[in-house]
């Protein structure tokens, strides 16, 4: 890849998985390694451009301010006053579920996120907006994300 990012510091990817309280899939971590996102207020255009559906990869600490919102709104069907969550992962929820992690967000306001909930599906790549609530989009996980960048960048040269 010819494009590269700071990595994610050790020390707020640590603070974010203190916050969240679950264990994050390896493949998330892999994530914030190779890049720590951006700061969406002042990002170019090139990076609008990398995640398909014009998400933009969110830093740790950006991921841990919108976590910190969304997760004011647990989704009753769902999550309960203990911390545990009666749906499992890649299930719908409105507004939206505290064990759904965001690691993108668009233009238009969307978030991106990863689904820490149990279930065959730990992992999944969620869409939310506020009116729908939270989603199924059509990655299985931030590796498929991750492989998709990289074609495009491949394809670029
Ligand atoms: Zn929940």
Redesign the pocket.
């Known amino acids: 890849m010819e494009a590269t990012w700071p990595p994610a510091l050790a020390e707020h990817l640590e603070r974010l998985q203190t916050r969240v309280g679950l264990e994050f899939p390896p493949e998330l971590l892999t994530w914030w390694t190779l890049m720590d996102g951006f700061d969406d207020h002042g990002a170019g255009n090139r990076s609008v451009e990398l995640i398909p559906k014009g998400y933009l990869p969110l830093s740790v600490a950006r991921a841990e301010e919108e976590y910190a919102r969304q997760s004011q709104y ?2 009753p069907g ?2 309960t006053p203990e911390g545990t ?3 499992q992962a890649g299930a719908d ?1 409105f507004p939206y ?4 992690l965001p690691i993108g967000r668009a233009i238009d306001g969307g978030l991106l996120c990863v689904d820490l ?1 149990q279930g065959e599906r730990h992992g999944v790549v969620m869409e939310w907006y506020a009116s729908e609530g939270i989603y199924d989009s059509d990655w299985a996980s931030v590796t498929e994300i991750l492989d998709e960048i990289a074609e495009r960048l491949d394809s670029e040269q």
């Open positions: 647990p989704d769902c999550c969550h009666r749906k929820g579920c505290t064990a759904v909930r």
